[in-house]
C-alpha cells in the first residue's frame, strides 16, 4: 500500500459480542480485507459467531459495524487503544 | 469475549439503542437491523438536536424499531404512522419527525394516509423498509410482492401487480425518493441526512431481505443471498424517470435517488396564504424559515 | 392540577345566536384547542367548518384529513406534541376512528371527540337525528378500557360541555366524548359565552422531576400518570401494546391485568369527581323520569303534564351518561315505583339502569327508532301507566 506524505493507513480494533450474534454472516462476506471468519464454536444461543482471522489487516472501515444487523460488532481506532494502554491523553 | 472488551469500549451506537431491550426480535439474516444502523449513523453525522427527533412506527417488523432507539418514540396502529406523524408536525413543527415503518404497513392499509400526506407536502421523513411481503404475521402476500413470487396466502404464487412504491410517491407529489438496498449502507445514511434536513415530504425506500419468510417461501437462500442478490443486481441510476422502477421477481433493481426537488410545505403554504388573505387578524404559525440546520 | 386562564383571543365572550355545531367550535376555542383534525360528515361539518374560519385567526392549525382514521391519528400525535385538540364526526365516522379511540385510551392521550349523532344504522338518516351510539361510545373499540361522555340538551350546554370536556380530558388522560345529536346540532339559540377570566380551564399534569426517573405510565396518587410531550428531551417510547410502567411491550397476562386494571380504575375509582346529573323534585317522586340530551327538553312537557294529573313525578338528567351514575341509580331503586326512559333508540342506556336497579324497581322504556323527537304523549302515557 503506498501513501503520500504523512498519510498513514488507519489500523481498526475489533469487538464482538459473540452472544449477541446470529450468525447471520453479513460481516465475513462484506470485509474487504477479509478480517473475519465464521467459527466453528457455539455462542450461547446456538449461533456460530465470527473471530477475527487477520487483525492486521484491518483498515478501519466499519463496514461490518454498519452492516451487522444485530449491533454485535464494532471497531475502533487502534491509535486510540494503544495510547489509552501507554495512558496517553489525546489532544 | 474478552470481558475488557466490554468495559473499555462500548459500541458507539449505544446512545442511539435501548440497550434495555437488545436483542432485538428481528430474525438472523434480517436486513432491518442494518437499516436501523444506517439511521443511526446519519443522525449522529448530521448533527441534529436528537431531543427534537421523534420516530412513529406501524405495525409490523419494520414497525417494532421505534422500540429500539432511543429517541422520543411511538409504536401506533397498523397503517396510521403517517397521519400520526403529520399530528404532531403540524402541533409542533420543530419537530424532526421519522416515520420508520413497512411496506405492508405504509403501502397497504396506510397507503391513502401516504398519498395524501405527500401531496399535502408534510415536512415529514418515510423510510420504508420492503421486504415484499408481511412478515410480522407469517409472510402474506403484500401490495409489493414481486409478480410470480410465493407468499402464505398466495401458496401458488401472485398473480397481482405490485406498486412501484417511488412512482407512487412521485405520482402523488413527493420532493425526495431514492430507493436502495440494505447493503447500500453509506448510501442509504447519506439519502436519510438529506431527507432529514430538507423541508418537504422525503421517501426512503430500502430494499432488505427477509430471511425466515419471503427466502424461505421462494428457495432463495439465506438472508446472506438474498442480501447477495439485491446487491448484485441493482443498477444505480440517479434521477431515473419513476415510471420505469418496477420490481420483477428476481429481476434487476433500479437504485438511487430519483426525485429530489423543492415545493412549499403545507405549514409555508398556510402561512403564506392565509397571511395574504387575512392579513392583521392571521396568526404566524410555525417558524417561516428553514434555519433547522 | 394546574387551573389556567382562557386565552382571551379564542374566546367569543358576548351573547350570541348560534346552534349546536357552532357552539361546540366556540366551546373548543374558548377551552384551548389550537389543532383541530376533521373530516366532513353531515350533520356535523358546520363544526368543522367554523373551526377553519376561526382557528388561523387564533395561532391554530386546521387540517382536514383524507377520511376520519387519518383524523383521529392525527389528533393522537398532536396531542402528544403538547397541543389541546378536538374532532367532531357523527354515526359513520364514528365507527371508522373506533381503533385508534382504543389507541388513545391505551396511551392515556388526552383527546375530545363530538359525536353529533343521527340515525343509524349505516348510512341511515343523515339529516336526521338519533341517540342511537351511546353505547358504542363505551363499548365501541375492542378490549376492556374506559371513556367519559357528556350529553348536552341546548346549544349553550354544547359550549360549556366542552370546556368541561376539555378539562376531564386532561385532568384523566382519557378520550372524553360529547354526544350530541342532530337536533341540537341544528337549533339556534340563545348562547351566553362569558369572559376569558371566568373561564376555568385545567391543564395536563406535566411532569416536572428528573429526566432519567420519568416513568411515562406510573400512576400518581389520583390514578393518572405524569404526561410529557415530544420534542422535550425525555427520550420515552410509548406503544399500543400492553405496556409496563416504562412504555414498554411486555406480552403476558401479570402485565395485561396491572395495564388494563389501572385504565378501568382510573375513572371508575374517581367517578365521583366526573359524574354531574341534574334533578328536580326527585325526593318524593314516585316516578322519576330519566333522560338525556334532547329528549330531556322534551320529556319536561311530559312531566308537566304528569304532574298537573297529580303523579309525583321527579325528572334525573344525564349529563355525564359515562360512566354511568350507578350508585345513585341503585339509591333510587329503592324508594321508588318505576324509572321511565324515553331515548331516541331501541334501547341502551336502559340497559344500563336496568342493570343497576337489580330488580328493585320497574323500569319502563319509551323507545324512538330517530328521526324525530318523541311526541310527550307517548312519554306521559308511559309516566301514568307505571304510576297505576
Known amino acids: ?91 | 469475549m474478552k470481558k475488557e472488551d466490554q468495559l473499555e469500549e462500548k459500541n458507539p451506537m449505544e446512545d442511539l439503542l435501548r440497550m434495555d431491550r437488545i436483542p432485538h426480535i428481528w430474525c438472523p439474516g434480517c436486513g432491518i437491523g442494518t437499516v436501523v444502523t444506517s439511521f443511526t449513523e446519519a443522525l449522529k453525522k448530521s448533527k441534529l438536536d436528537l431531543d427534537k427527533v421523534v420516530v412513529v412506527s406501524g405495525i409490523g417488523c419494520t414497525g417494532r424499531v421505534a422500540g429500539y432507539v432511543k429517541l422520543d418514540s411511538f409504536h401506533t396502529t397498523h397503517g396510521r404512522a403517517v397521519p400520526f406523524a403529520t399530528g404532531l408536525k403540524l402541533a409542533n413543527p420543530e419537530l424532526n419527525v421519522v416515520v420508520f415503518s413497512g411496506d405492508g404497513d405504509i403501502a397497504g392499509i396506510g397507503g391513502n394516509h401516504f398519498i395524501h400526506a405527500a401531496r399535502r407536502n408534510m415536512d415529514i421523513t418515510i423510510i420504508c423498509v420492503n421486504n415484499f411481503n408481511y412478515a410480522m404475521t407469517g409472510g402474506q402476500v403484500a401490495a409489493t410482492t414481486p409478480l410470480g413470487a410465493n407468499a402464505s396466502t398466495a401458496p401458488y404464487g401472485n398473480f397481482e401487480f405490485p406498486f412501484s412504491l417511488p412512482y407512487l410517491a412521485d405520482a402523488a407529489g413527493a420532493t425526495y425518493i431514492a430507493r436502495w438496498t440494505a447493503l447500500h449502507l453509506r448510501r442509504v445514511t447519506k439519502s436519510i441526512q438529506e431527507a432529514l434536513s430538507k423541508r418537504g415530504f422525503s421517501f426512503i425506500e430500502v430494499i432488505t431481505p427477509c430471511v425466515t419468510l419471503y427466502a424461505r417461501r421462494n428457495r432463495l437462500g439465506d438472508g446472506l443471498n438474498l442480501l447477495k442478490y439485491y446487491y448484485d443486481n441493482s443498477e444505480i441510476h440517479h434521477g431515473a424517470d419513476t415510471r420505469t422502477l418496477d420490481i420483477s421477481y428476481q429481476g434487476k433493481l433500479v437504485v438511487g435517488k430519483f426525485v429530489d426537488k423543492e415545493k412549499p410545505t403545507f405549514l409555508d403554504a398556510m402561512n403564506k396564504h392565509l397571511g395574504k388573505v387575512l392579513g392583521d387578524k392571521y396568526v404566524l404559525y410555525g417558524r417561516i424559515n428553514d434555519d433547522r440546520d | 392540577m394546574k387551573k389556567v386562564k382562557a386565552d382571551p383571543k379564542g374566546v367569543l365572550t358576548g351573547s350570541h345566536y348560534l346552534d349546536g355545531d357552532h357552539s361546540l367550535a366556540e366551546g373548543g376555542l374558548a377551552a384551548g384547542c389550537r389543532f383541530f383534525a376533521g373530516y366532513p360528515i353531515t350533520p356535523s361539518t358546520e363544526t368543522a367548518e367554523r373551526f377553519s374560519e376561526r382557528i388561523p385567526t387564533v395561532g391554530g392549525v386546521f387540517i382536514q384529513m383524507e377520511d376520519e382514521l387519518g383524523s383521529i391519528a392525527a389528533l393522537i400525535g398532536a396531542s402528544w406534541a403538547g397541543k389541546k385538540v378536538m374532532t367532531v364526526t357523527s354515526g359513520p365516522g364514528f365507527s371508522l376512528m373506533m381503533e385508534n379511540i382504543g389507541l388513545a385510551c391505551m396511551m392515556e392521550t388526552p383527546i375530545v371527540i363530538a359525536n353529533v349523532q343521527r340515525g343509524g344504522p349505516s348510512t341511515g338518516l343523515p339529516t336526521l337525528t338519533g341517540q342511537q351510539d351511546m353505547m358504542q361510545v363505551r363499548w365501541g373499540s375492542h378490549g376492556d378500557y374506559e371513556i367519559i361522555a357528556l350529553s348536552p340538551d341546548s346549544p349553550q350546554e354544547c359550549f360549556d360541555l366542552t370546556i368541561e370536556a376539555f378539562n376531564l380530558a386532561e385532568m384523566f388522560r382519557v378520550p372524553v366524548f360529547v354526544m350530541t345529536d342532530e337536533c341540537i346540532g341544528h337549533m339556534h339559540e340563545k348562547v351566553v359565552i362569558p369572559p376569558a377570566e371566568e373561564i376555568e380551564l385545567v391543564e395536563r399534569k406535566w411532569y416536572t422531576g428528573p429526566k432519567e426517573k420519568y416513568l411515562p405510565y406510573k400512576p400518581d396518587k389520583d390514578l393518572v400518570p405524569f404526561m410529557i410531550k415530544a420534542g422535550d428531551g425525555y427520550r420515552f417510547h410509548t406503544t399500543g401494546l400492553t405496556r409496563d410502567e416504562r412504555g414498554y411491550p411486555v406480552i403476558n397476562a401479570e402485565c395485561q391485568d396491572v395495564c388494563v386494571r389501572h385504565l378501568i380504575d382510573k375513572i371508575n375509582k374517581n367517578a365521583d369527581k366526573i359524574i354531574k346529573l341534574e334533578e328536580e323534585e326527585i325526593d318524593n317522586a314516585e316516578i322519576v323520569v330519566i333522560s338525556y340530551g334532547i329528549t330531556s327538553r322534551v320529556a319536561i312537557k311530559a312531566v308537566q303534564k304528569a304532574r298537573k294529573a297529580g303523579i309525583k313525578v321527579g325528572t334525573l338528567r344525564l349529563i355525564t351518561v359515562w360512566p354511568f351514575p350507578e350508585i345513585r341509580i341503585k339509591e333510587l331503586a329503592k324508594k321508588i315505583k318505576a324509572f321511565v326512559f324515553p331515548e331516541i333508540n331501541c334501547g341502551q342506556i336502559v340497559l344500563e339502569v336496568e342493570r343497576c336497579s337489580w330488580g328493585q324497581t320497574q323500569v319502563i322504556h319509551v323507545p324512538h327508532c330517530g328521526g324525530w323527537v318523541h311526541d310527550p304523549d307517548d312519554i306521559f302515557h308511559a309516566i301514568k301507566e307505571a304510576a297505576k
Open chain 1, 1 to 91: 500500500m503506498v501513501y503520500f506524505g504523512d498519510l498513514k493507513e488507519k489500523k481498526g480494533k475489533i469487538h464482538i459480542n459473540k452472544d449477541r450474534c446470529k450468525g447471520c454472516g453479513f460481516c465475513v462476506e462484506y470485509c474487504p480485507k477479509d478480517v473475519l471468519e465464521m467459527s466453528d464454536e457455539f455462542n450461547i444461543k446456538g449461533y456460530h459467531p465470527p473471530y477475527i482471522k487477520n487483525e492486521d489487516e484491518c483498515c478501519y472501515c466499519q463496514l461490518c459495524e454498519t452492516i451487522c444487523p444485530e449491533f454485535a460488532i464494532f471497531v475502533t481506532l487502534k491509535e486510540k487503544e494503544e495510547q489509552r494502554e501507554k495512558g496517553e491523553s489525546r489532544p
